[in-house]
């Protein structure tokens, strides 16, 4: 049998400049522009995933500071992943359950916290969240991650609905954890406390003191502001 080799793979042509393309480095570039992208994420208030926290850096989201994203290719691409798999399992639920409802807002005016929970079983009276998580720390998970708990409080007492469903995805195999989270008046206590606290600083017109960490200064959208000495 005779193999039919296509003419310019026979000749072994190759078009000029065609070694200087690559796919990943455009595919980077792409990721990293998110950083250049305008903030659309309301201002001058208390975010639930943000209230656990360095309390300036929620001093700064209180009052209006305009955030500048610095974030790395490396956690980009967990934010994407992340995305992806949210996006799924909230498709999925649905499908299946007409009485799920997914991303929906709480503005607690009260307190001025607002955000969108991932999702309400409004026929079931549970509130939905989920995490993606890499394999280690998917592992060794035994109990709810502390800061998920008080931003969990923040959709709950928001809602009015005491109770809510945390479901962690690996993000490595789509192996689920979950965990009932019910509201409860000391967790709760806590993120008043800390909303408490940074409007007194507000009042005084004073940030709060700064709270080192490399790993999370490195990313915050308000490190411009806040200019950290390592």
Known sequence: MTVFIPHRCLRGEEPENDRDFDVTKVFRENVLSENDKTWTRKKSCYHPSALSGCKRSIYYDRIGVEPKSCWNFETLMYFDLGHALHDMVQKRLSD?????????????????????????????????????????????????????????????????????????????????????????????????????????SIEKNEPPDREINKWVCRTCKFKHECEPKF
């Open 96 to 200: 299946a359950m007409p009485g799920f409802k997914s991303e929906v807002t709480v503005d607690f005016k009260e307190l001025n916290i607002y955000g969108h929970c991932d999702g309400v079983f409004s026929d079931k009276d549970w509130v939905l969240e989920i995490k993606t998580i890499g394999s280690s720390g998917f592992n060794s998970l035994i109990r709810p991650k502390k800061d998920h708990i008080e931003q969990m409080h923040c959709y709950m007492a928001g809602l009015d609905i005491p109770r809510a469903q945390l479901v962690y995805v690996n993000r490595d195999n789509g192996l689920l954890r979950k965990f009932d989270v019910f509201f409860d008046d000391e967790v709760w206590a806590k993120v008043v406390g800390v909303i408490a606290t940074v409007e007194e």
